[in-house]
């Protein structure tokens, strides 16, 4: 049987979209034509191949798609279109895919939908009781760029915290929409004790009961508590201050205003010489179409002007230093902002 994550069930049975009985314009006809040729063409080319490569083909075939007819159009018409074609059922079947697609815990990029990409023990069960063709094609999305900049996000927000601990020992950290928090399985500073204090923050109460047992397994200085955006931006709950404060996998999600007015909150936060990570996923990418079509997973792509405009509001006199960087697949950039 799948594993199943504490506190929530196993993703519901993808129900395949039936197709549109509206009468389509001239424009989607043909978007669906041009698209149905294509995906017919991999639906019926597995061969010696394998699903495999036939789940890379369609991924970049989409990518190639969405590129040619435009965002608007693709959204609008391509998106629903592509989930009418027969290999959306195929494509379901890999774990990855259809838990960001049926969204067990009610919203975009969870917890568990990370863990899948990390590849993670807590979920190594439900990969294997996967269909052959499922475990075919999870054998590329696990690593494709998309999961491998979440596994490498995860090493930075490791290092991060560790270099907290060697800049101030006994540091305290803030982490905002931690998730499982599993860079704390990596951090070597949280294992060894030089942590005073990490609050981890989220609005899943399923991800923090998670989190919650690294109190134990971890460190004692690990704190889950339940808090949102709006939270953030309210302030009026006591915090503390704070050497480290980051969000990695919340931006995406946000608007160019509330994400200012967060990174201002959030740096409010910091203690002197203290440092604070934002994080979004850069545009352009191949894999943007696949996700919005088959994982049901849109985000807000940003460029690395738009990601340093998190700043916007914090006044230059407060900030000791800036850093912009990238990972090593080039999907995700970071913003790093020091406090005077």
């Known amino acids: 049987m799948p594993s199943v994550l504490p506190g929530s069930a196993a993703p519901p049975p993808v129900v395949l979209p039936i197709p549109s009985e509206r009468v389509l314009t001239e424009g ?7 698209l149905f040729t294509m995906l017919d ?3 019926h080319d597995v061969g010696p191949r394998g699903h495999t490569a036939v789940a890379r083909d369609v991924l970049h075939a989409l ?11 693709w959204l609008a018409s391509g998106v629903p279109l592509a989930r009418e074609h027969a290999i959306f059922g195929i ?9 960001s697609f049926t969204r067990p815990r009610g919203y975009p990029g969870d917890a568990g939908l990370l863990d899948l990409m990390y590849g993670h023990e807590a979920v190594s069960a439900r990969v294997a009781s996967a269909s052959e063709i499922g475990r075919a094609i999870n054998a590329y999305t696990v690593n494709a760029d998309m999961c491998e900049s979440v596994r490498l996000r995860r090493g930075i927000l490791a290092g991060a915290i560790d270099d907290a601990a060697a800049r101030r020992p006994g540091a305290s950290v803030l982490v905002v929409a931690c998730g499982h928090l599993r860079e704390a ?18 609005q899943d109460e399923n991800s923090l009961a998670v989190v919650a047992g690294y109190a134990k397994t971890i460190s004692p200085a690990v704190e889950p508590m339940k808090l949102s955006v709006r939270d953030f931006i309210s302030g009026k709950r006591a915090l503390g201050t704070f050497d480290l404060v980051y969000a990695a996998g919340l931006y995406d999600y946000l608007d160019d205003r509330i994400s200012a007015r967060l990174t201002r909150k959030l740096f409010a936060l910091l203690n002197p010489g203290g440092r604070a990570i934002v994080a979004n996923f850069l545009g352009g990418r191949v894999e943007t179409a ?5 994982m049901n997973w849109s985000l807000i792509y940003r460029t690395r002007e738009q990601i ?3 700043a916007a509001e914090i006044s230059e006199v407060d900030v000791a230093s800036r850093r912009y960087f990238e990972d090593a697949v080039s999907c995700v950039g970071y913003l790093e902002l020091e406090r005077a």
């Open 290 to 294: 696949y996700m919005e079509a088959y």
């Open 41 to 43: 063409g991999f639906a």
């Open 91 to 99: 494509l379901q079947e890999d774990p990855i895919t259809s838990h």
């Open 308 to 310: 340093e405009g998190f």
């Open 185 to 202: 399985e990596v951090s070597v500073a949280l294992r060894e004790g030089r942590i005073g204090r990490l609050l981890a923050t989220d």
């Open 63 to 73: 990518g190639g798609f969405r590129s040619r007819i435009g965002e608007e159009a």
């Open 28 to 34: 989607e006809i043909v978007i669906r034509n041009d």
